[in-house]
């Protein structure tokens, strides 16, 4: 069975710094793993999509690596802003293919002015 | 190109109605899932649809709640006989099929309290 951890749970730091959160998952037999960001009291945003093939993906201040073979992924935050403030969620496509995707617990990012 | 819609945003019932949750995918997207999160717990999968056939339910409770994605209309989400322990925010997500498996979008959620 297929499960997702994410630490740290929660984690603030000061504007400016760069940033690293931490996904793990227990069967490497993923099709894609999924980042999003989710305000509170809203839905959430996809930030990168990895697919099983690829290493790593970027957009803009994100850099979401991949590692299969270990079951992690790392989702990179370059020159934090408050406005990055957020729960941010890992989700993993497993095995069946069918975009049913298991997800973490999150991490709360606060980045203080 | 409007992103995946949801109504109604907030829902109040008391115990013992009907609760039903609408779905709009992105334009385009001929998948749907479902997923709810529970207070203090993280987004858990419900189910999965394509037109007018439901692919994985594996997540839905065996009673009370059931879904369906008709050819025409919205997806819903029907909660019959809601108990306060249903109380959660629901989502709707939609995708289309890729190469490299399936991006899904999520909706802005439908918050339901049962009192």
């Known amino acids: 069975k297929q499960e997702v951890t994410q630490i740290p749970a929660a984690l603030s730091v000061p504007e400016g710094e760069n940033l690293v959160l931490n996904c793990s998952f227990t069967d490497s037999a993923i099709y894609n793993l999924q980042w999003f960001r989710q305000d509170p009291g809203k839905g959430l945003t996809s930030l990168l999509l990895i697919q099983s093939s690829q290493r790593e993906q970027t957009s803009g201040r994100l850099n979401a690596s991949l590692d299969k073979s270990s079951g992690r992924s790392t989702l990179y935050i370059a020159a934090s802003q408050p406005g990055d403030s957020a729960t941010y969620l890992c989700?993993?496509?497993?095995?069946?293919?069918?975009?049913?995707?298991?997800f973490g617990q999150g991490t709360t990012l606060q980045v203080k002015p | 190109n409007a992103g995946v819609m949801q109504n109604p945003r907030h829902l109040v019932r008391r115990r013992g109605q009907e609760a039903r949750l609408r779905c709009s995918p992105m334009?385009?997207?001929?998948?749907v899932y479902w997923y709810r999160q529970l207070p203090e717990e993280g987004l858990k999968f419900m189910v999965y649809?394509?037109?007018?056939?439901?692919?994985?339910e594996s997540g839905m409770p065996k009673e009370r709640f059931s879904a369906e994605f008709p050819k025409e209309g919205p997806s819903i989400l029907r909660i019959q006989q809601v108990v306060r322990g249903d109380s959660a925010a629901y989502f709707c997500a939609s995708s289309q099929v890729t190469v490299g498996g399936y991006e899904q979008y999520f909706g802005p959620g439908t918050r339901l309290t049962v009192t």
């Open positions: 989700a993993v496509d497993g095995s069946s293919n069918t975009g049913k995707l298991i």
């Open positions: 649809l394509q037109k007018e056939n439901i692919i994985d």
């Open positions: 334009k385009g997207h001929s998948h």
